[in-house]
Structure formats: C-alpha cells, structure tokens
C-alpha cells in the first residue's frame, strides 16, 4: 500500500503533545528554531491517501513531512506563477514550467509530454539517450508515435518531475543558451596529451602494422639523394646547383632584421593586455580596440614586405610568419578580453547573490500570522491552504540564488586552469613560453611532459635539416628548370612535368613542419599535445581533408572565426562555415600574391571550387565508395599545386 500526501501537507498533529506546530519552511511566528522545534517534537501525523484512494492517518518523520512539503510548496509556487493554465487536448490542466500533465488529486506533475515533431512519424518505440552537460548520467526517454492525432502513452514519461531546456521554455536566466554555448565552446578544450601520428616511438609503441612502409620512404629518399647528386655530378662536375641558394640567402640581412623587429612587436600585446586588465579601455571598446590595433599590425607588415625587393622565397616566410604571429596574438588578446567580460560577469554575479541573501533574511526576520490552533486539534480536520506572496517571493529569491551561485561557480573555474589563474597569467614570462609553444590558440595553461628529452630534440634537428636538403635538391634539379622554360613549353607539358616534383614537395614540406620542426618547438617547451595532424592521407573529401592536415590552424579558425560567428554574430552553421572557409581563402591568396607581386586570384577561386567537390563528395553514391572519394581527393591534390605554380610562376619567368 503506498502513501501519498493529500493537497493540506501543511498541517500536522504532534502525537505526544498537545502542541501543534505549522508545516511551513518559516515557522508560526516563535522566535524558537522551527527546524530545532520540529526535530525536538518526534513523528507527527500526517493525513495520507492510499493507492485505493482511502484517506489513512500515519506517523510520519518530522524530516520526511518537511521534504514532502518542500516538493509539494515548490510546485504548487511554479503553477500559481500564472492566473491561467493551459489545457492540452484532454482536459487535464498542464504545468506552464515543463508543460507536464497536472495530476488534479495532488496538485504534482506526473508527466512531460512529448511535442517534437520529429518523433511524431511512424514506427516503434525509440530510445534516446541523453548525456548531460557535465558527464552527468545519461537518461533514457521512450517515446511512440500519436495514434489519430491523440498522444499515446508512451509519449508520456513518468515518474520524477524534468525540466525540459527546449525554445518553449522562457528561460529565467538564460539558462538553455548557456547550456548551447557550453555545447559549442566544449569544443574549444582541445588539449590533451597526444603523440605525434608518424613519430617512430608512436608507431613502435602501438605497433602500426605500416611501419615498414615508413622505414622504406625514407630508405627511398635516401636513394633518390644518391642518384641526383651522383648524376650531377656525372653531367656538371658539382654535387647541387646554387641557383636557389642564391635566391634564398641573397641580401638576408634585412630579412634577419625584420624578423627581429616583428618578434619584438608582439611584446606590445603585454602592456595592452595590462590596460584591459586593469580597466584603462571601457567595456564596450574592449573588441573594437583589440581588432583595431591588429589591423593596423597587420597592414604595416604586409606593406613592409611589398616595399623591400626581396625575393619570392623571402617574401614568403615573412608573410606566413607574419600570418601565424596575426594568429597567435590575437588569439591572446581575445583570451584576455574574453577573462575580463567574464571577471566582471562574476562581480556583478556576486553582487547580485549578497542582494538576493539581504533580501531573503529580510523575508525571514518578518514576523509570520500563525494559523488558528483551533483548527487543527484533530488530525482529521482539512484545510485548504493559501499560498503566500511572501512565500513565492521567497522561492524566486532561492532558485534565483541557487542560479546565481552555479553561473559564479562556472565563470571562477573558467578563470583558472590548472595551476594558472586569470590575471596572474599576464606577464612577459608567460607571453614568451606562449610564442614558442608551438600552437596558435592561447590557454591559461597547457598539458606539459615531465622533462625535456634531448636525444629527440637532436633527432628532430637532424631530420629537419635532412628533409630540407631534399627540398633543395629537388626544387634546384626538377622544379627550376621547368620554370625556366615555361616561355617555350605548352601549359599542359610544364603542368604534368611539374605534377610528380610538386607532389613530393608538398609531402616534405608537410613533414618538415608538423612532424620535425613542431616537435621540436613541443619537447623544448614540454608540450605534451604533439597531434599536430590526424591522417589526412585518407581523406574522402576536402574539409575533412583541411580538419585534418594542419590542426594548429584548424583550431584557431574553429575557435576564433567559427564558433565566434556563432556565438557572437548569431550567424547559422552553415553561414559560418561559409565565412571559415572564405577567410582561409583569402589568407592563402594573400601569400600567393606577395609571393607573385600581383594579384591573379587563382588559388582563391580553385579554394572556393571545393565547395561544390566536398557536396560531390557527400553524395550518398560517393560516400558508399570511400575509395572513390579518397581517389578524388588525392587527384585534386596532385594537380593543384602544379596548376598553381604555373598559374602564378608564367609571367614572373616570363618577364
């Protein structure tokens, strides 16, 4: 037999004295401890109705009869918010803050009935399960189709009373925002303690079954070195040309120069950073001011570069670094404005809990009208009781506190991490290990290794030096000459002499830096994130293709351009996805114009034609052949780069 408190929890027999006491959360009125009374005056009796719907009267706890009248208070305060209830099809009365059926006996929602549209189409019963935000554990909704138009029980989840953060709810403080925020910017931690991909402790570690194809490129190379040199030497009595020595490290002192002034540029982040911090710049310039001055950065630099007659090959290292540092400072700047909104978000959160606290001790010192004892001296006498606008007042008052105090908890953790706090963080020391992580994304504090290992620094520098031999020798011996001749040959010969080169330039190019350099820069700083790349040599199609191949990048235009488009400028998914992949275009074209000194736009139009080849590639057809799009892929990357470098090399050799 199972007991349920009737509608009038709120008054109560003691059954050892002839005292009564009154069931509410404050008391009658006596300056005595209510909860220190009513635990002192033992079990109570409490009218209770059986599952035969008999009225019984039984002990209850004082701790029990408190809860139950708590739960039956806070619910009874949440339908009393409005003067009208809405009516769903049958009848019954819905609760406005769930839309849960009111059960009319009790007053207490039984159930949350199921709107969504799309688990209105035929079929079985579906189980959903959803985690929480936090790793809280997921719960399991059963949901069936309508029959005629009418909700079948299975829509109808019972048993304990859940909110639901959906757009029908009218948040009190933004709760359900918040929470797709924190969907969006749990993307944003994505730190962890990885390996490199292709690094040979990784592979022997997990033992990859494709390690000896890893052991035979590079023996490969090492063939391909030999006989180049030894042909060169055979045919022009010297092991390497000179011509592209010449062009790299011709009048390379004001390349040296200029990269010592744009290093020590960035140190004026600092002192900026301090004016944020301090409160120098108002809340409402904090944005425009960080984007200001990087502008300004920014044109100086590249204006720079335009100005000097340095060659194609140091123009381009200028202008990629001076990209990156963009990047990383700004990535710093908006990390600092971000833990400023969010330090003065915490203040007035602060703030506005000492206020709610005054005001619900105000509420509790005013003195309360006692019932009248001669009502309830017999267990049996019912009452209906009237909710208080003291009472509501102080529900809204406690859930507004208790709102208060998990947004105040959420905005302090998000100030420190780790042993790191906001605004200890801005400081020069901290400013300087950050530009030499090797990241572009800024965080309070990083996943770092126990210690520095020497012998992999040395094997990385070895390896660097190494592949950018290779680099040399192949742009001197197979990419030079046809560039040479590009006045006499036809643009579909100079396009497939220069497909296998290209090829293999843009494989080592891609080593040397993800695989050697980064993880140089990682084990001098103790980075323990070395997955500077996920395997992009098996891509199906192009954006996943970019996600993979250069995740420094891709962090920074996933945090910074598109879930700031997001979350900021309110633009959809797809919208901002649109504008990611036009600013990287326009970036990419900007280095191909500097390098060419004239603006022909040919690799931001064949980027911009990957948009119709990632829809191609999604295609139901193609993505059930993964060998297919894999294929494709792989086709478009080898005749890109020579189309490019013969788009953009033919007038410049020409001239």
Not at 434 to 451: D, K, W
């Amino acid at each position: 037999m199972s007991l349920t408190p009737t509608t009038s929890p709120n008054h109560h027999t003691n059954a050892n004295t002839n005292s009564t006491t009154h069931g509410s959360r404050r008391g009658s009125g006596s300056t005595k401890d209510p909860a220190a009374s009513i635990l002192s005056s033992g079990p109570v009796l409490e009218t209770m109705v059986t599952s035969e719907g008999k009225l019984v009267t039984a002990a209850v706890h004082p701790d029990q009869q408190q809860q139950m009248q708590h739960q039956q208070e806070q619910h009874r305060w949440r339908r009393t918010m409005s003067r009208e209830e809405q009516q769903p099809r049958g009848g019954s009365a819905r609760c406005r803050e769930c839309g849960g059926v009111v059960d009319p006996a009790s007053g207490t929602a039984v159930g949350d009935v199921d709107t969504d549209d799309e688990d209105e189409e035929d079929g079985d019963e579906e189980e959903e399960e959803e985690a929480g935000e936090n790793g809280n554990r997921p719960t399991t909704r059963y949901r069936k189709k309508k029959k005629n138009g009418v909700m079948d029980k299975g829509s109808v989840k019972s048993g304990t009373h859940r909110r639901r953060s959906s757009s029908r709810r009218s948040p009190q403080n933004g709760q359900p925002y918040q929470q797709q925020h924190q969907r969006l910017l749990l993307r944003k931690n994505a730190f962890h303690p990885r390996p490199s991909p292709l690094d040979w402790d990784n592979l022997s570690a997990t033992h990859n079954p494709m390690m000896g194809f890893f052991t035979l490129f590079w023996i490969t190379m090492s063939i391909y070195m030999v006989s180049v040199l030894y042909q060169n030497y055979v045919t022009r009595g010297i092991l390497v040309g000179h011509g592209l020595f010449w062009v790299m490290f011709h009048r390379s002192l004001p390349l040296i120069l200029s990269e010592l002034a744009l290093i020590l540029s960035l140190f004026v982040n600092v002192p900026l950073a301090k004016l944020l911090v301090n409160g120098y710049v108002p809340a409402r310039l904090l944005v425009p001011f960080q984007h200001t001055y990087q502008t300004v950065w920014f044109a100086f630099c590249i204006g720079w570069v335009l100005s000097q007659t340095w060659s194609w090959t140091q123009s381009g290292f200028f202008t990629i670094h001076v990209i990156a540092m963009l990047m990383k400072q700004h990535s710093y700047m908006a990390s600092v404005v971000e833990c400023v909104q969010k330090r003065k978000r915490l203040g007035k959160c602060m703030q506005r809990m000492d206020e709610v606290a005054a005001e619900l001790k105000r509420l509790e010192d005013q003195p309360r009208t006692p019932l009248d004892t001669n009502e309830q001296t017999t267990p049996t006498t019912t009452t209906t009781p009237t909710t208080s606008t003291t009472t509501r007042r102080e529900h809204q008052l406690e859930i507004e506190w208790q709102t208060l105090k998990e947004t105040a908890l959420t905005l302090r953790s998000s100030l420190t991490k780790g042993a790191t706090s906001f605004p200890s963080n801005v400081t020069f020391a901290n400013f300087v290990d950050y530009l030499l992580v090797p990241t572009l994304v800024y965080e309070l504090e990083y996943p770092r290794t126990s210690e520095i290992r020497w012998a992999f620094v040395a094997e990385k520098a070895l390896g660097t030096i190494g592949v950018m031999m290779i680099l040399y020798v192949t742009i001197e011996h197979y990419v030079y000459p046809v560039l040479n001749e590009l006045g006499r040959l036809s643009f579909l010969e100079s396009t497939v002499k220069l497909m296998l080169p290209f090829t293999l330039c843009y494989m080592l190019i891609f080593f040397v830096i993800f695989e050697f350099i980064c993880n140089f820069f990682a084990e001098l700083t103790r980075f323990a994130d070395r997955e500077f790349y996920e395997d992009w040599w098996n891509a199906l199609t192009f954006d996943e293709y970019a996600r993979k191949w250069n995740k420094p990048v891709h962090e920074f235009l996933l945090r910074h351009v598109y879930l700031e488009s997001i979350t900021t400028y309110k633009l959809t998914k797809r919208s901002a996805s649109f504008v990611t992949f036009f600013l990287s275009s326009c970036l990419h074209e900007l280095v191909m114009s500097v390098l060419a000194r004239r603006v022909r736009m040919y690799l931001f139009f064949m980027q911009m034609t990957q948009l119709p080849l990632i829809l191609l590639a999604r295609w139901s057809r193609v993505r059930k052949r993964p060998r297919v799009g894999n294929a494709l892929f792989w086709l478009g990357l080898c005749l890109g780069p020579p189309l490019l470098a013969v788009g953009y090399c033919r007038e410049h050799f020409l001239n």
